[in-house]
């Protein structure tokens, strides 16, 4: 991770967070929504799996909960300074409050995390050593996690097989599971592609669509045990489909000109 924290920190744009006075190497940032009963077992694991491994904070974005989410992330946050917590003063949903979390960060690099605990935050330092690895391409915007053992119920596992395939068909973003939550985000790339509700489920195809590279690595998948999921049919499997058509409309119209600076020899 230093290799390559210390390669492209410089790219950053230095009016935000990652050139900032202590700024943390890496922003675990976590959408949160009605997750009262999963939050302080997952900040505890994230601590457990990322203390002693590298600089972090974790930024959650309450996304308007009505349970005891804001309450529990207050006990938390008394608790630790790595975390952060930010409020959506009404329920703005999944894409937003990861926006929300991005601008926020402070890091260079986002490991983004689902806070239903089917994402096992051990995993996180696996992706960060692809970042080290002499072969990493240098325009690496993404490290995917790739669910290979799903834990879902039959329902969620078809309605995502039946959407992967046909999202892969047509954006070509060479990905075999962008519905896993867990991944490594570079912040720069990630704040370049256009924002719109359920974007964060194209975010392979929109980085690529502005020159980036993405690597999918095997992951764990937990069942969810506590809470009930925000998803179904229809706002995982079709709302899926008809979104990926406006993705398909940005991916004809974009433009990555690569530029080179002209060296004259003075008279």
């Not at 502005?210 to 095997?218: A, F, K, N």
Request: charged share 25%.
């Amino acid at each position: 991770m230093q290799r390559f924290y210390e390669q492209h920190s410089m790219t950053m744009d230095t009016s935000t967070g990652p050139d900032s006075p202590g700024a943390p190497d890496l922003s675990v940032v976590l959408p949160a929504h009605n997750e009262a009963e999963n939050l302080e077992q997952l900040i505890d694991e994230i601590l457990n799996a990322l203390e002693g491994v590298i600089d972090f904070e974790i930024v959650v974005t309450d996304d308007g909960s009505s349970d005891a989410t804001p309450q529990i992330l207050e006990k938390l946050a008394k608790k630790t300074s790595r975390l952060r917590v930010l409020r959506h003063r009404r329920q703005s949903g999944q894409s937003a409050a990861m926006m929300t979390g991005f601008r926020a960060a402070r890091a260079p690099w986002i490991a983004t995390l689902d806070s239903d605990l089917q994402n096992d935050p051990a995993d996180i330092p696996a992706l960060l050593a692809i970042l080290d690895k002499p072969d990493t391409p240098e325009n690496l915007s993404i490290v995917a996690g790739h669910r290979v053992n799903r834990r879902d119920t039959w329902l969620k596992r078809i309605s995502s097989r039946i959407a992967n395939r046909f999202r892969g068909a047509m954006l070509k973003d060479n990905t075999p599971d962008t519905g896993c939550g867990l991944k490594l985000i570079k912040r720069e790339a990630i704040l370049k592609v256009p924002f719109f509700n359920h974007f964060h489920r194209f975010f392979p195809a929109l980085v690529i669509r502005d020159g980036g590279q993405i690597l999918s690595v095997p992951v764990n998948h937990r069942p969810r045990e506590k809470g009930s999921s925000h998803y179904g049919l229809h706002n995982r499997l079709w709302v899926g489909i008809v979104d990926i058509l406006g993705v398909i409309w940005l991916q004809r119209r974009a433009k990555a000109p690569v530029a080179d600076e002209l060296h004259y020899q003075k008279d």
